[in-house]
């Protein structure tokens, strides 16, 4: 009876254990979930805030960036229209001042040009004169052996 009366205490004990032990895992569990919701809630704030500070400094530096770019832009643009001012002026006068040079270094080889010109033209005209001479020449030739011929016929028959 000893026996049965210590296994039945060891039985209510075992059971009141038992039931404390389920009771305690239980609460465990419920605690453990509400602490893990608040651990990740808590985790989840920080990744949160760092995830929305990381954008606005990359949407910062994107603006930045583009800021920085339309001001080269307009700086290339205007170094370009400079250099197309300066191009175009230097053309310009490189042009002027071409013909004038052109003209004064080719003024010798102008000269040379019109002493030839000028010689092969008289030499033309020389050569029209020379053979509007030889035209005369043998006309007046013919004519003279004509007048001659004439002359004897006259003669001849004069005599």
């Known amino acids: 009876a000893l ?23 239980q609460v465990r569990f419920k605690m453990g979930g509400a602490l893990q919701r608040m651990l990740h809630r808590a985790l989840g704030a920080a990744w949160n805030k760092w995830y929305g500070s990381a954008m606005q400094a990359k949407e910062e530096q994107r603006k930045l960036k583009q800021a920085l770019m339309r001001l080269v832009q307009i700086k290339q643009a205007a170094a370009f229209v400079s250099w197309r001012d300066v191009a175009r002026e230097t053309g310009q006068v490189r042009f002027k001042m071409g013909g004038a040079l052109q003209r004064m270094l080719h003024r010798a080889l102008g000269a040379a040009w019109n002493k030839w010109h000028g010689s092969a033209m008289q030499a033309k005209v020389q050569a029209k004169q020379a053979a ?13 052996q004509v007048r001659f011929k004439m002359w004897r016929c006259i003669a001849e028959d004069a005599a």
């Open 132 to 144: 509007a001479f030889v035209s005369w020449r043998d006309v007046a030739r013919e004519t003279g």
């Open 3 to 25: 026996m049965r009366l210590v296994q039945a205490k060891q039985a209510a004990a075992f059971v009141s254990w038992r039931d404390v032990a389920r009771e305690t895992g």
